[in-house]
């Protein structure tokens, strides 16, 4: 999942000028509790934080476990509190699990662009091999992440697609606890073709008959739950 894909920056004057601001916001707030937001491999995670200190800019937190390992992942978070006008980003300057500790620098104002999605994306590893029939010919790929209405497919040769034209896009999901196979041969229609070297992400609306739909949404739970316990098992 790219930064794009999860949040748009919301300047209200300058980036310092933001900044200054929300350091004055947290000093004025000590007490204040905090949400914090985080993306691990497509799944939202949010639990409560307390502010340790802030001092200088550096705001340490102190936060659940589950969170840090995400924090420590991505090495940043979303910010949540009623003293903000708009969410907030950081970037995270340490994190540590055990201590259930993270210090963040660097906060702007934002907008989470992930939770304006109507279903939940998610990324696949090891991702999957992708077939597309399109008008091009037979084009491989690796399916990166998927939702119940688009999928990103990685592919290594750039191939000139028309955005808007529909192919057949087959792929292979497979749970990893259930060890459970679903073949899926649905037609997908080009939104986008993003980045400028290999692998081009490309990027597809797909709306499944009603079966598949109830299998790909059965796998997408199952996926989630795995992504849970084995967030649970780095922390434990």
């Known amino acids: 999942m790219t930064q794009d894909d999860l949040y748009s920056t919301r300047i209200q004057k300058t980036f310092d000028e933001d900044q200054a601001e929300i350091i004055s916001i947290l000093k004025a707030n000590p007490k204040q509790t905090l949400k914090l937001i985080n993306y691990y491999m497509g799944m939202p995670l949010s639990y409560s934080a307390s502010i340790a200190q802030l001092d200088r800019g ?57 939770e304006k999605r109507n ?50 896009v087959s792929f292979l999901l497979k749970t990893v606890e259930q060890n459970h196979s679903i073949n899926v041969n649905i037609p997908a229609s080009l939104i986008k073709i993003t980045g400028e070297a290999p692998p081009y992400r490309y990027s597809f609306f ?31």
């Open 58 to 114: 550096v705001l340490d937190l102190d936060v659940q476990p589950q969170q840090a390992f995400t924090i420590e992942h991505s090495r940043s978070a979303f910010i949540r509190a009623p003293i903000f006008k708009y969410d907030v980003f950081a970037q995270a300057q340490y994190v540590n699990i055990r201590k259930r500790a993270a210090t963040f620098v660097k906060f702007c104002y934002v907008e989470i662009m992930a």
């Open 119 to 168: 279903f939940i994306r998610l990324e696949l590893r090891p991702a999957p091999n992708v077939i597309i029939e399109s008008p091009l010919g037979i084009i491989e790929g690796r399916l990166n992440d998927i939702s119940l209405s688009g999928l990103n497919i990685m592919i290594d040769n750039y191939c000139p697609l028309e955005r808007d034209s529909e192919m057949p």
């Open 206 to 236: 797909i709306s499944p008959e009603k079966n598949m739909e109830s299998q790909m949404s059965q796998f997408i739970f199952q996926r989630q739950i795995e992504i849970i316990r084995e967030i649970k098992d780095q922390v434990e």
